[in-house]
């Protein structure tokens, strides 16, 4: 990164909240951060893109270990993960700052943060997969803003809760170094990754990043690891909403990913510094949901709108809907214990348990006191 997009900062963090970080390397006076494609290069004091990691005594740390933004139980279908134990609750929280620059964030207010009054509970991963296990949670979720950038804490708190019986799961923008990806992903149960476009373009207009990363971490977690994997992309009038540019990236998909791979197109909403951008018709969403699945693609949902089947399960054998949904509310289970069309005997792509949670479309917001 060019010096003068770094952060010059003392910080005033509390002691325990500074970690060291992973994925660094020496450049003379410099440290150069190598979690993430941007290779922020630092000098002493100066902090990455993403504000929360900083060379200090020429080592990077990363500032918010142990901190978040807010804790919150949601429907799993949220994140959104429909073939990962469907109707469970999910634990989930987030911390401040992001490595990419989205115009169109929709979690702005956390993810362009530099105010330490965002980072206001405190918890040790100990106490936040506790906190986990005790309100019934099937997983927790790194989430709100991107776990990338805070993966030290992440990689704790998994580990955590893998302890205690506790599954994991990731929302991401995938763009990850090649070195960190490995670590950090094979701590996770499931992860939903944001495929915002197909261009490298759009990725380096509207997000201050690029496509090829992205592109290299969905395939590579396809094939190389046993992470769940789902993949969203918000579709944005006049951006990335083309039948051209859905038809390739489907295509892709097919090919590099595999078609049982479940892919969420969801509604732009304005926002940040996109607010002059109308919102996405609910056509354009069914649309291309049905593109990909000419394509070949087999599981292709619709968020952010109501469409109970663009948001239900079908078994790609026979057809049948197996989980009815009306937006994160499951109305019906047609799934064995392990996951089995009741109608037909096919295999669903995912994992399941013998019958559908019934957490429904609550929020619960959650504090889990010190650290």
Known sequence: MHRDEAVRDAGDEPAWSVVPGRWSRVDGDHVVCELCPRACRLGEGQRAFCYVRQNRGGQIVLTSWGRASGFCVDPIEKKPLAHFYPGSSVLSFGTAGCNL??????NWDLSKSRADDRLADAATPEAVAATAERLGCRSIAFTYNDPIIFAEYAIDCAV???????KTVAVTSGWIGGRAREDFFAHLDAANVDLKAFTDGFYRKLC????????????????ETSVWLEITTLIIPGQNDSEDEVARMSAWLVDHVGPEVPLHFTAFHPAYRMNDVPPTPAATLVRARRQAI??????????NVRDP????????GCGEVVLARDGYTI??????ERGRCHACG????????ERAGRWGARRMPVRIGGQ
């Open 331 to 336: 109305l019906d289970y047609g799934l064995d």
């Open 346 to 353: 096919r295999a669903m792509a995912g994992r399941f348990g």
């Open 101 to 106: 620059g989205c115009r169109f964030c929709q």
């Open 208 to 223: 201050a990043a690029s496509l090829a990363p992205v592109l290299e971490t969905l395939e590579w977690i396809a094939r």
């Open 160 to 166: 955590a809760a893998h302890d205690r019986g506790v």
């Open 309 to 316: 089947e663009g948001q239900s399960t079908t078994c790609a």
């Open 294 to 303: 000419s394509a070949g693609m087999r599981h292709v949902y619709t968020g």
